[in-house]
C-alpha cells in the first residue's frame, strides 16, 4: 500500500532539489559571465530566473496543502523549511540576475584595469550554496553549520573589493561607472553566501529542531 | 448488520447506467429529509463526481451521516423519516418506486465508524457476499477473497489465519477486513461513515492511505470529524451546517480558502 502522505513529502522534496538545480546553475552562469565577459550567457541567465520564480511558486502551493493535512514533527518543520528555502534560492536567482545584469553591461566596455579577488569570492559563495543543499539533501546538520562559518571569510573578501574598488575610483575617475557595476555584482556574491547561510541555519533546524538563528553561532565562531 | 447490504444480480437498467468518466456519478437534487416534523436536511443539491472521494464535514448533528445514509437509503429502516427530491446515482434516481433496495446497497456499499465484522473467520467474512452472489466453486472463491485482501492492504497480515476467528483481529485491520468484505461485489460506490474516528493513528494512516488507493477503482464518500483527515483523502469537501449545505468545492479550497464565513469559522475550529 502507498503511503500518499509520504509521496507528496517527497515529491515537495523533489520540487526543491529541481529549484535548487536551476538556482545553483544561474549562479555559475552569472559568475562565469562576468568573469569572462560573455554577453550572451548574461542574457541567458535572466531568462532563467523565470523559471526558478516558478518553481517557488508550486513548492509554496504544494507546502500549503501538505499543511492543511497536519504533517508532524520532521514532516513539519521540512514543510515549512522548505517554504523558507525555496524564498531564500529565488531571492540566491535574483541575485544571480543582478550579477549577470552588470556582466552585461560591463561587456560592452573596456575591462577595468584593477586586480580583483572576485573569481576568489565567487568560488567561496558558490561553494556554500552547494556545501548548503548538499547539507539539506544528505540531511547533515554539521556540514550545515560548516557552511555557516564560512559566511565570514566572503564578508572579507567583499570589504576587500568594496575598498579596492573605491581606492580606484579615487585615481580613475573615467572607470566609476564600470566600477560601480563590480562592486554592485560582489555585494551580490555577498549577499548570495548569506541567502546559503539561511539555507543551512533551516538544514539545522530541519535535521534537529533547534532554531540557530540570531544565537551568536556565526560570531562566536560556532561555540553558541 | 453487514457493511454492504448486498444481494441479487444487477437489473438491465442500472447496469448499463454507467456515468462517464468526469461526469458525476451521484446527483442530490433538491433533497430535503424530515424526521416527524424536524427538517434534517433542507433543500441539499451536490454532485460528486465519479471515482474520486468526497469528504462530509460539520459539526453535530449538522445533516453529514443523514445525507450519508440516503445515498443507499439506509434512512427507509427509520420510522417516522420523510424525504422530498431526488437522488440519481448513474442518472436513475434511486428513491423511484419500482427501485430494489437490496441491489442498491449491492452498488452502494457502506463501512461504519466501528468495525461489525461477522464472528466468522476471516476467510467466511469475505466469502459470504460473493457466495450470496453465487460464486461457489473454492477456487473462484480463493481467487477473489485474495484479491480483496491484497486491496484492504490486509492480505499480508492475514494469509497466514485466514480460517481463525475475525474477531481476533486488532480494530484497525477489524475495519480493513469489513472494507474487504464492502468491495468484494463490486460495489461502484462506498460510503463511509467516520471509518478511522475509533482507530489509533498507525491504523488511520493505513485506512486513509487504502481509502486513497480505493478511489482508482470506486467512488467514495466519506463522513468525517478530523478536519486533517479530510483534507489528507478527499478531492472535493462539503460542508453542512443545521441541516443546510454551506460550502462545496476542491479540497484544497475549502481548506484554503473557503468562500463562506461559517466555513472557514468551522475549519478553523472556531465553532462546531
Known sequence: MENHFETGIANLRQKLLVMASHTEKSVNDAI????????????????????????????????????????????????????????????????????????????????????????????????????????????????????????KEVDALNKDIHAALVEHMVGNPEAISRCLHWMVAAKSLERIADHATNIAEDVVYLCEAQDIRHTGFKSQGGAA | MAEILTPKLTPPEASTATASIGAPLIEIEDVSLYYGASKALKNISLKLDEKVVTAFIGPSGCGKSTLLRCLNRMNDLIDNVRIDGAIKIGGHNIYDGNVD????????????????????????????????????????????????????????????????????????????????????????VILMDEPASALDPIATARIEDLILDLKKEFTIVIVTHNMQQAARISDQTAFFYIGELVEFGATGKIFTNPSQKRTEDYVSGRFG
Open chain 1, 32 to 151: 562565469q559571465s562576468l568573469t569572462q565577459r560573455d554577453h550572451s550567457l548574461a542574457l541567458r541567465v535572466k531568462a532563467d530566473d523565470d523559471v526558478i520564480d516558478r518553481c517557488e511558486v508550486e513548492i509554496d502551493e504544494l507546502a500549503i496543502q501538505l499543511l492543511t493535512k497536519a504533517p508532524l514533527a520532521t514532516n513539519l518543520r521540512l514543510v515549512t523549511v522548505a517554504m523558507k528555502i525555496s524564498q531564500d534560492l529565488e531571492r540566491i536567482g535574483d541575485e544571480a540576475s543582478k550579477i549577470a545584469k552588470r556582466a552585461r553591461d560591463l561587456s560592452q566596455e573596456p575591462p577595468v584595469k584593477i586586480h580583483l579577488d572576485l573569481p576568489r569570492m565567487a568560488g567561496r559563495a558558490l561553494e556554500m550554496l552547494k556545501a548548503a543543499l548538499d547539507a539539506f539533501v544528505h540531511h547533515d546538520a554539521p556540514a550545515a553549520r560548516a557552511v555557516i562559518l564560512r559566511d
Open chain 2, 101 to 188: 433496495v437490496i441491489e442498491l446497497r449491492k452498488r452502494v456499499g457502506m463501512v461504519f465508524q466501528k468495525s461489525n465484522p461477522f464472528p466468522k473467520s476471516v476467510y467466511e467474512n469475505v466469502a459470504y457476499g460473493l457466495r450470496l452472489h453465487g460464486v461457489k466453486a473454492k477456487s473462484d472463491l480463493d481467487a477473489r477473497i485474495e484479491e480483496c485482501l491484497r486491496a484492504s492492504a490486509l492480505w499480508d497480515e492475514v494469509k497466514d489465519r485466514l480460517h481463525s476467528s475475525a474477531l481476533g483481529l486488532s480494530g484497525g485491520q477489524q475495519q480493513r477486513l469489513c472494507i474487504a468484505r464492502a468491495i468484494a461485489i463490486k460495489p461502484e
